[in-house]
């Protein structure tokens, strides 16, 4: 049996692969083009004009009234970690703020 994995695309990680069985298919489609901007005879192409992103990602695409795009939450992603958490050796959090 091939295994498909879903990946978001927007974190790019795989829910099954996490927890597994109970993670599987647990995803949610984005529309890329928002539907009130598509005509009535627009059909939608699955592969570019829908992402498969989960639903803490797609929460976070719609935060603002016109939703970022996949690449602008990759990027919000990317600044978000420049601030690390790390536990040190008596297990308090330490807030690393790493600056540019
Ligand atoms: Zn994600
Ligand atoms: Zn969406």
């Known amino acids: 049996m091939v295994k498909c994995f879903i990946f978001c695309s927007g974190c790019g990680c795989n829910f099954e692969k996490k927890y597994g069985e109970i993670g599987k298919g647990f995803i949610h489609v984005h529309h890329v083009k928002q539907v009130s901007d598509m005509g009535k005879d627009n059909k939608i192409d699955p592969i570019k ?19 970022y795009t996949v690449n602008e939450l990759k990027d919000l992603m990317k600044k978000s970690q ?14 690393h703020h790493l600056s540019l």
């Open 49 to 67: 004009d829908v992402r498969p992103v989960y639903p803490n990602c797609h929460a976070m695409i719609h935060k603002q009234r016109v939703p």
């Open 82 to 95: 420049q601030v690390t958490v790390s536990f040190t050796s008596d297990g308090s959090n330490v807030m």
